[in-house]
């Protein structure tokens, strides 16, 4: 089993700069994934970032040029640096961790973006 733990998030003007963290404890093994989804009210869950434990990236097309993914692998945490929020990335940020084809969830972080 693995666990997520989130920080971050909260209320930013349009055009802010929010950090998530997400520490992950348990059973973590080599190769992974973690990264980030959201789910806006109403909307799909989608993906925002990912990452490899080897380095390899995927963005949301509508994220990228303003969100960046990374991981301390020795720590076992990723974060996402979100620049430029626009009211339209408000939504319910996902933690996420992927190995051998079995998913993790955080327990959501709320990030709010309005004036």
């Known amino acids: 089993q693995v666990q997520l733990v989130e920080s971050g998030g909260g209320l930013v003007q349009p055009g802010g700069s929010l950090r998530l963290s997400c520490a992950a404890s348990?059973?973590?093994?080599?190769?992974?994934?973690m990264g980030w989804y959201r789910q806006a009210p109403g909307k799909r869950r989608e993906l925002v970032a990912t990452?490899?434990?080897?380095?390899?990236?995927n963005y949301a097309d509508s994220v990228k040029g303003r969100f960046t993914v990374s991981r301390d692998n020795a720590r076992n945490t990723v974060h996402l640096q979100m620049n430029s929020l626009k009211p339209e990335d408000a939504a319910v940020y996902y933690c996420?961790?992927?190995?051998?084809?079995?998913?993790?969830w955080g327990q959501g972080s709320q990030v709010t973006v309005s004036s």
């Open positions: 348990g059973s973590i093994f080599s190769p992974n994934t």
């Open positions: 996420y961790f992927r190995h051998l084809n079995k998913d993790y």
């Open positions: 990452l490899t434990s080897y380095g390899s990236t």
